[in-house]
């Protein structure tokens, strides 16, 4: 499980996990497959329910805001949940998470040179421009002095269009299917621009490419570490406390990459 998936998972659980929800079977044959919570052994509802208490309590009530945001944060970065909408999920959590998102971005990813682009002074007049302090009045203009109308002249207007953040490109993309490959989805990205070989080429965002790598390389959960910590303990034993840490670290590096 990558820790983009934390929330949504814990989320659905929760949902699924109420009292007047019904049990599915998926072993039993279609049709059979709902037990409507009259007919779930009250064992089976004491469980669920101290399943639940737990679920709530480790990820809403007793959850640090700090790993709170992180969860929040690295949901968003997975297109799959890049809308923050997914079961359970509140509009107003929704608002928080984007919002803390687009600060995260902003203070520790955004390139300074896009700063300096949105925050660049409008251009300095023309020296022809400004020779005259006083400019004349327009309607003092003859007819044939007057600069004709882009339109009438068919030359089209300049419009500027704002320059666009990586984050601002990201939450307008549409949200991906379940099933699409995440790194390889930001792989793609990871260039302002890229081949793809279905359309022929895909917009880059390659500075949320890097926070994404960042954030969803982090570890979803802590069992990785307490397996190292257990196998440390069967290795480095009373039979092997001589055993120096260069030699126990070399034994848990092979150990760990041929398992």
Same mark, same amino acid.
């Given at each position: 499980m990558t820790i983009s998936s934390v929330l949504p998972m814990v989320y659905r659980l929760l949902a699924e996990l109420q009292a007047s929800r019904s049990l599915y079977?998926?072993?039993?044959?279609?049709?059979?497959?709902?037990?409507?919570?009259?007919?779930?052994?009250p064992a089976v509802k004491a469980a669920r329910s101290a399943f639940r208490d737990d679920?709530?309590?480790?990820?809403?009530?007793?959850?640090?805001?700090?790993?709170?945001?992180?969860?929040?944060?690295?949901?968003l970065l997975?297109?799959?949940?890049?809308?923050?909408?997914? *079961?359970? !999920?509140l509009s107003a959590e929704r608002d928080w998470a984007i919002?803390?998102?687009?600060?995260?971005? =902003? #203070?520790?990813?955004?390139?300074?040179?896009?700063?300096?682009?949105?925050?660049?002074?409008?251009?300095a007049p023309t020296q022809a421009a400004s020779s005259s302090s006083t400019p004349?009045? *327009?309607? !003092?203009?003859?007819?044939?002095?007057?600069?004709?109308?882009?339109?009438?002249?068919?030359?089209? =207007? #300049?419009?500027a269009v704002p320059i666009q953040s990586d984050?601002?490109?990201?939450?307008?993309?549409?949200?991906?299917?379940?099933g699409t490959d995440v790194l390889a989805w930001w792989k793609k990205r990871d260039h302002a621009l890229s081949a793809d070989s279905d359309s022929g080429r895909t917009e880059g965002l390659p500075h949320l490419a890097h926070m994404a790598r960042q954030w969803l390389g982090c570890p979803a959960t802590s069992a990785g570490v307490e397996r190292l910590f257990s196998k440390a303990g069967s290795m480095h034993h009373d039979l092997k406390g001589s055993m120096e840490d260069g030699s126990l670290e070399h034994s848990l590096i092979a150990t760990a990459n041929t398992e």
């Open positions: 079977l998926p072993w039993k044959p279609i049709g059979q497959q709902w037990l409507a919570p009259a007919h779930i052994r679920l709530h309590d480790r990820y809403v009530t007793k959850m640090s805001e700090v790993r709170k945001a992180e969860l929040a944060i690295s949901t997975d297109p799959h949940y890049k809308d923050y909408s997914f *079961t359970g !999920a919002n803390l998102f687009k600060s995260e971005f =902003e #203070v520790n990813w955004q390139p300074a040179e896009a700063e300096a682009a949105e925050a660049a002074p409008a251009p004349a009045p *327009t309607s !003092a203009l003859g007819i044939f002095d007057r600069p004709m109308d882009p339109a009438d002249a068919g030359v089209p =207007e #300049v419009v984050l601002e490109k990201y939450l307008l993309l549409p949200q991906e299917p379940l």
